[in-house]
């Protein structure tokens, strides 16, 4: 093969390369397809499919299967012109063209998105708002009275059901004197004050007793399902029974069967600790995610529509290994999900265009720095991958791109560098509120 007619497209992160295909591979492709596709070709006199090569050319031109042909060999194409190129690519190519010469020789003119170049702006000693939290005593008796709920005795009482009672109750739901589809059940346990159905439908239940009806009518909320959404329900209920929670008594004894500990002094400052941690990391999380903002806001790039096309095909990958679902493609997964591709895309859109500026803004600040990965960085992520994998580290090795796995080190360093150098400023949940709503703005526009 022969690589020429390199063009490179600043604006749009593309690049334009022609691969000159000698005549025998060429006839390699042609004959491949010419035997995948002969089998649905009828001509008079041959019995489908066995019509010979040339007879079929005869009658339909000696064009007839070049498309499929340079199909065929377009990838072994693509990948030398694009390593001659020295280019960095994102996505599918587009074959633009292609031209067959007398001798036979096959030119093929691809187009692809490369790698975007960044023009970094300020990204050390950025300043942030960053929370340092403290955890309340309430905050612990919160968690605490969580694990006695899920240790509590549920007791069959003879009494008329209050608030935080489980009722258990048959239903039937009626929209204008019509019963309506999913508005039934038997036997259902409801707490009565846990909000898991319809407001005003658990307090109407608050002094009915076991074996008594109750009529309890609701409105549907205007966000409901739309063939529901604002009208009244009625529900007729039978409650069967009526239980209620007996929690454990908060001692050293109920410490020993839930904890590792032995007085309930230990226990609380263990969860204390716990949920301190448990939120400090996520609000560094947070003030971490504010400098890359900045960050990118002071950088000049344009993301080609690939990289995001790809971003979005690793948020679904991702959710996919949230759901136990690996392996499945992103059309296959946004099926399950009970959407469309366009809507998945449409709600995920923001978040791929983020993520693909961050891996662009890494990577110019590690080049920028002159950042690479040692020996023992890149052994140490080989052994978390060995150790996830349950591999050895050769096994990883092998396995892995290598060249793509020092680059990640290498962001790693790039965004330590950020996070390292930065001004904290104060917090406030005012603060908090206003992200909140910003966000908000954004994801509707």
Not at 319 to 336: C, E, H, P, R, T
Request: proline share 3%; glycine share 6%.
């Amino acid at each position: 093969m022969n690589y020429k007619n390199f063009e490179k497209n600043t604006e749009n992160s593309t690049v334009s390369f022609q691969v000159e295909v000698d005549s025998a591979a060429f006839e390699k492709a042609v004959a491949a397809a010419y035997q995948k596709n002969k089998k649905d070709i009828f001509i008079q006199g041959f019995r489908k499919g066995k019509a010979p090569r040339q007879v079929i050319e005869g009658m339909y031109g000696k064009d007839v299967f070049y498309d499929d042909a340079v199909n065929e060999i377009a990838y072994e194409a693509f990948s030398f012109g694009a390593k001659e190129a020295g280019a960095e690519t994102i996505g599918v190519p587009t074959i633009t063209d292609y031209d067959v010469a007398e001798d036979k020789t096959c030119t093929i003119s691809f187009t692809v998105a490369t790698y975007p170049k960044a023009v970094l702006g300020q990204y050390k000693e950025l300043e942030a708002p960053h929370q340092y939290v403290e955890v309340t005593d309430e905050d612990v008796m919160q968690e605490i009275e969580g694990v006695r709920q899920r240790n509590a005795r549920i007791n069959t009482v003879e009494r008329a059901a209050q608030l935080g009672d489980t009722a258990v109750i048959d239903f039937v739901g009626f929209v204008d004197g019509q019963e309506f589809e999913g508005g039934s059940g038997a036997e259902y346990p409801l707490q009565l004050g846990s909000g898991s159905f319809i407001p005003g439908f658990e307090e109407q239940l608050v002094g009915v007793s076991a074996g008594e009806s109750k009529d309890v009518i609701v409105t549907f909320p205007e966000d409901y399902e739309p063939s529901l959404a604002g009208k009244e329900a009625t529900f007729k209920c039978m409650v069967s029974e009526v239980k209620e929670s007996e929690l454990p008594e908060l001692d050293d004894e109920f410490v020993k069967d839930v904890s590792e500990f032995d007085t309930v002094e230990e226990y609380k400052n263990s969860i204390a600790e716990n949920l301190k941690n448990t939120r400090q990391s996520q609000a560094d999380d947070e003030f971490h995610n504010r400098l890359l903002l900045a960050a990118i806001e002071n950088m000049q790039v344009s993301i080609p529509e690939a990289m995001i096309e790809e971003k979005l095909e690793e948020i679904a990958s991702n959710y996919a290994q949230s759901f136990g679902l690996a392996g499945i493609s992103k059309a296959q997964f946004v099926q399950m999900m009970g959407m469309t591709e366009e809507m998945f895309d449409q709600v995920s859109r923001p978040n791929a265009e983020r993520d693909a500026k961050v891996d662009v803004l890494l990577r110019a600040v590690a080049e920028a720095e002159g950042m690479e990965a040692s020996e023992d960085e890149i052994n140490e992520l080989v052994q978390e991958i060995a150790e996830v994998y349950q591999m050895s580290g050769d096994e990883v090795k092998e396995k892995i791109d290598m060249a793509a796995a020092k680059r990640d080190i290498c962001c790693r360093k790039a965004a330590e560098l950020i996070y390292s150098t930065a001004k904290d400023l104060p917090w406030s949940e005012d603060m908090a509120v206003n992200e909140i709503l910003e966000a908000a703005v954004g994801t509707e526009e």
